[in-house]
T-cell receptor, first 114, second 113 residues
Framework: RKEVEQDPGPFNVPEGATVAFNCTYS??????FFWYRQDCRKEPKLLMS???SGNEDGRFTAQLNRASQYISLLIRDSKLSDSATYLC???????????????FGSGTQLTVLP | DTAVSQTPKYLVTQMGNDKSIKCEQN?????MYWYKQDSKKFLKIMFS???????INETVPNRFSPKSPDKAHLNLHINSLELGDSAVYFC????????????FGPGTRLTVL
């Protein structure tokens, strides 16, 4: 089982639609969770952190369910500029050594259509 | 004013060659990383490095070696390049490590012929 799993998509939605992405992680000891965004042929950038109580940033809402080891991202009123790949990120111990590191899911591709 | 920069942006080379990719960050961060993103877009950590500890992903061949002349630089040297090394390599940095936000460079697209 992959450490961080996402539906690869692609998700093709019309402008104004609401779209939800899901992610599961395998290690129950994980403590920090994030969504990153990666535009085509660009580097990943932090979209938002995910907090236990759930959090919202404008049109974006992130939720965490520790019991189910599940993270979600909801995008409301989709814009053309939201087209990108959304990466679910969890801090784990993927490497030897003492430090937790970020482990990235393979990403979910979103295309918002006019 | 670029936070994390990498050079070159594109690198095309023959199998068996040795090449280096340079990375610099001007954020004053303590920890730097190298990631490999393959053709399926899966982003996998290769190394994590701060001034105290180098952590190596044990799946990375020892042909890959990070070199850090100072806290702001983490270069990636690759010996005896193979076809399977073709990928996009991203450098990143974070203030500390682990849970901190990581800032990525623009990537180096390596093609091995």
């Amino acid at each position: 089982r992959k450490e961080v799993e996402q539906d690869p998509g692609p998700f093709n939605v019309p402008e104004g639609a609401t779209v939800a992405f899901n992610c599961t992680y395998s290690n129950s000891a994980s403590q920090s969770f994030f969504w990153y965004r990666q535009d085509c042929r660009k580097e990943p950038k932090l979209l938002m952190s995910v907090y236990s109580s759930g959090n919202e940033d404008g049109r974006f809402t992130a939720q965490l369910n520790r019991a189910s080891q599940y993270i979600s991202l909801l995008i409301r009123d989709s814009k053309l500029s939201d087209s990108a790949t959304y990466l679910c990120v969890v801090n784990l111990y993927p490497l030897r050594g003492s430090a937790r590191q970020l482990t990235f899911g393979s990403g979910t591709q979103l295309t918002v259509l006019p | 004013d670029t936070a994390v920069s990498q050079t070159p942006k594109y690198l095309v080379t023959q199998m068996g060659n040795d090449k280096s990719i340079k990375c610099e960050q001007n954020l004053g961060h303590d920890t730097m990383y190298w990631y490999k993103q393959d053709s399926k877009k899966f982003l996998k950590i290769m190394f994590s490095y701060n001034n105290k500890e180098l952590i190596i992903n044990e799946t990375v061949p020892n042909r890959f070696s990070p070199k850090s002349p100072d806290k702001a630089h983490l270069n990636l040297h690759i010996n005896s390049l193979e076809l399977g090394d073709s990928a996009v390599y991203f450098c990143a940095s974070s203030l500390r490590g682990g849970t901190d936000e990581q800032f990525f460079g623009p990537g180096t697209r390596l093609t091995v012929l």
